[in-house]
């Protein structure tokens, strides 16, 4: 009798084990229920925008032009296109822990592309001002004249989407007239699918000299290690690469590897008389701290096909944080070094040499825009302009330009295009 009495705690133990058991179980599975219920409502709403979005996208809008109407369009898409994979789980993890950051969840992202449909619905350009290729993205680029027409060169990226995941393999090219409607060529200079710039393609910046146009740019490798290249054209539409090798990588002060992720990227070329300089953007080591900053680096030609290291520039301003598109330009004798501050958008600061003895105002008094980046400084017909790249949520970039001038102080003064 004892066996049998000593198995009834037993036995009532394990009765309730699995009641709680099926109690979890069924709570369990009437959360998963709520989420799957949850799930088709938001893909339901998803499949209801689109086809609100198809009848947008071809209705007759006076006063909106066919090319505003199928850039929004596209990006409003490809909105939807996210958070319809992020919600069903196939968009890739992410290369790096910040690969989705800055993205709202799918209801966050359903909820901004039904606002914005919502504008384009109306008859208007919910990115107004804003040039973007229908359902893409710009980021640093490149202008030249050529003939009366402003060519633009640019980063070419999928609307909505990290560069770590969606690469970023060849240059996108639109022409303007105004500097405010454009018309979309076709891409140039694609990736390899062997060499040091296999993996992508950045930051391109073109000049004319000698009757030939050279395009100096980021190319990128499988490590996400950076080095300068160069292709030049005859027209700006063909482009054939210098080299199988780069034209420029940091000199021995700065911190490079072909093996792992390596900042030398971002050019941009100055004609100084007869000399030529490469700024770009580098990182270093201090020999005093031993703390890692990152800088601009400096290289110098006589024929821009090859380059003697002159070193680097220290911005007290960005020792945390890449001093991103560096772009120099000479004004009634100064030199100014405009370039992204990640905290405060596009400032400069200016020297008397074009590599020593830059110097920058503390603070908000060297910004030129708040929350912009990769601005470039452009003179057409004797009006100087600054370009940028506006931001919005969910990786959405834009291409703007604005008017430039300097006041009586030589500070930086810009204002919106004329209408």
């Not at 709570?27 to 998963?32: H, L, P, R, T």
């Not at 060499?195 to 490590?223: C, E, S, T």
Request: hydrophobic content about 35%; overall charge neutral.
């Amino acid at each position: 009798m004892p066996p049998l009495f000593g198995e009834r705690p037993r036995f009532f133990l394990l009765l309730a084990a699995f009641c709680w058991i099926g109690a979890g179980y069924a709570q369990s599975s009437a959360a998963s229920t709520s989420s799957t219920v949850e799930q088709l409502q938001l893909i339901t709403r998803i499949a209801r925008l689109r086809l609100q979005l198809q009848a947008a996208a071809y209705r007759q809008c006076n006063g909106l032009p066919l090319a505003a109407q199928q850039k929004a369009a596209g990006i409003i898409a490809e909105l939807l296109n996210r958070a319809e994979q992020r919600e069903l789980q196939v968009l890739p993890k992410g290369r790096f822990d910040w690969s989705w950051s800055g993205f709202d969840q799918p209801d966050g992202m359903v909820g901004y592309a039904d606002s914005l449909l919502q504008v384009l619905a109306a008859g208007r350009d919910p990115f107004e001002g804003k040039f973007a290729e229908p359902g893409g993205h710009v980021v640093d680029h490149a202008l030249i004249e050529k003939d009366g027409k402003h060519h633009l060169f640019y980063i070419r990226g999928t609307a909505a989407t990290s560069w770590a995941e969606f690469p970023t393999n060849n240059f996108g090219h639109a022409i303007s007239t105004n500097l405010k409607d454009w018309t979309i060529e076709e891409p140039v200079l694609q990736a390899p699918e062997k060499g040091w710039d296999n993996y992508q393609v950045w930051a391109p910046y073109i000049l004319r000299h000698k009757g030939k146009y050279f395009m100096f740019y980021a190319g990128v490798n499988n490590n996400v290690a950076q080095a300068i290249g160069l292709a030049t054209s005859d027209d700006l539409y063909h482009w054939e690469r210098y080299s199988d090798a780069p034209v420029i990588t940091t000199g021995r002060w700065g911190i490079w590897d072909s093996g792992q992720w390596s900042d030398c990227r971002d050019p941009m070329v100055l004609q100084d008389g007869d000399t030529f300089y490469c700024y770009y953007t580098a990182q270093r080591k201090d020999t005093v701290s031993g703390r890692i900053e990152p800088c601009v680096g400096i290289s110098s030609s006589t024929d821009l096909y090859h380059w003697k290291d002159e070193g680097f520039i220290r911005l007290e301003m960005s020792l945390d944080t890449p001093p991103e598109s560096p772009f120099v330009v000479r004004h009634d004798g100064r030199y100014y070094l405009f370039y992204t501050s990640y905290r405060y958008g596009t400032v400069y600061a200016t020297s008397a040499h074009p590599v020593k003895g830059w110097r920058q105002e503390a603070g908000e008094g060297s910004v030129v825009l708040p929350g912009v980046s990769a601005s470039e400084v452009y003179q057409s017909k004797g009006q100087w302009y600054l370009s940028l790249i506006s931001h919005q949520r969910n990786g959405l970039h834009f291409f703007e330009i604005r008017r430039m001038s300097w006041d009586k102080a030589g500070r930086v003064r810009v204002e919106p295009l004329k209408k």
